[in-house]
């Protein structure tokens, strides 16, 4: 298959003394991400796998959801970032530099995500956040840049990318959950 153009330069004299001795990143996610998911998600899985019942009114099953059903849900960047795991070009978000106080929720599934209260200037040009509300994200290992282990961060209720988190965040938790503006819908505060 084609590269991406992103090959690291493997011809020995170029390889980076770092990349040898390095111990695996692997083993690098915060601790805190370790523990079991304890999911909001209503009810249990029916025993029938057929949608039918989808139409009903209360909660959706998000994650069962096809991709065309979310391609009329969202606009295109929209589905970009959050079904395909896309990000936002920085500076052009709509969040990113927002000082609005008020609840930033998924946009896929309205689950309430952050509090504008946990919100930072980073710099990066994305919104960034502190710390997320309760355990209503969830994060995995993302190994799509090759030597750059990173943890993406997902709403824990429809499985939207919203971004990563960092370890270089600010007190009191250290963290920065970047996150792309077009994952995110802010309700103001009244
Ligand atoms: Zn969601």
Redesign the pocket.
Known sequence: MATTGFAPPFAGKLVSPLLRSKPSPLLSIPRSFRKPLSLRVMGSASSSQRPEKLQEAGKSD?TSLSEDEWKSRLTEEQYKVTRQKGTERAFTGQYWNTKTTGTYH?I????PLFESTTKFDSGTGWPSYYEPIGNNVKSKLDMSIIFMPRTEVL?A????HLGHVFDDGPPPTGKRYCINSASLKLIPKE
């Open positions: 998000f998924c896929c599934c309205d689950t709403c209720v429809c499985d939207a």
